[in-house]
């Protein structure tokens, strides 16, 4: 079973730069996610889709755009690339609510920004 | 603002020793709960999770958590830790469909 898979792994881009990061799930999952996570910081919540056809602002959204392309696909954009997103990105999936609403996370890509 | 803290950014724990993690969280209502672990360079793992009923939550690797409504609070313990468990530790939050982290606790694991 593949779970959750983002591509690229690794990325480094110059300032102003852009890319997208992919991520597909393929549990059937409702609910997906993309975090970042600094050191020191945990993980912070850029943005969500609730469900398919829905996006909404997490806690740290600006210089990121979303697409929920279909329930199995969450591309996360990055449209002029700064140094301050330097981080690791992770993508997750849960079902939404329910009684199994346990998170399952890709593998994560670094993204280095210079 | 609905919240998790992780009061406890690294701790050092030796080898046989117990380890206890705290979480605090702050919602409305009480949250889906849930402790996550993520060895160096990998992706999270799901330790344990809390959604109703008995508040001692048995999880993978001899895990297990005690949830206290009382004192929004979630924290994780092992009796015995191992050199293995040397890791980073995330506490987590769901209310609705949002999945909110708490800053994490670094956990080192002395001989």
């Known amino acids: 079973n593949a779970g959750v898979t983002q591509t690229p792994k690794f990325q480094v881009l110059k300032t102003g730069q852009s890319m997208t990061l992919q991520c597909a799930q393929d549990?059937?999952?409702?609910?997906m996610y993309w975090y970042r996570q600094d050191p020191g910081m945990g993980l912070r919540l850029i943005y969500y889709?609730?469900?398919?056809?829905?996006?909404d602002k997490g806690e740290v959204p600006n210089g990121y755009n979303v697409s929920r392309l279909n329930k199995r696909e969450f591309s996360l954009r990055l449209e002029s690339a700064a140094p301050s997103q330097t981080s690791v990105y992770f993508c997750?999936?849960?079902?939404?609510?329910?009684?199994?609403?346990?998170?399952?996370f890709g593998q994560g890509t670094r993204l280095t920004v210079v | 603002a609905q919240s998790v803290t992780q009061p406890d950014i690294h701790i050092t724990v030796s080898e046989g020793a117990s380890l206890e993690l705290r979480c605090n969280y702050s919602y409305g209502a009480t949250p889906y709960l849930f402790w996550y672990v993520q060895s160096p360079g990998q992706g999270l793992q799901l330790l344990l999770k809390?959604?109703?009923?008995?508040?001692l939550v048995q999880g993978i690797k001899g895990f297990e958590a005690e949830f206290k409504r009382s004192q929004s609070s979630f924290n994780l313990r092992k009796p015995s830790v191992h050199w293995s468990d040397a890791a980073e530790y995330f506490c987590a939050a769901s209310a609705w469909r949002k999945l909110q982290f708490g800053a994490g606790t670094q956990v080192v694991v002395t001989p």
């Open positions: 549990m059937n999952h409702n609910s």
């Open positions: 809390y959604f109703s009923g008995d508040t």
């Open positions: 997750a999936s849960k079902t939404g609510q329910g009684v199994n609403t346990e998170a399952f």
């Open positions: 889709s609730a469900s398919e056809g829905t996006t």
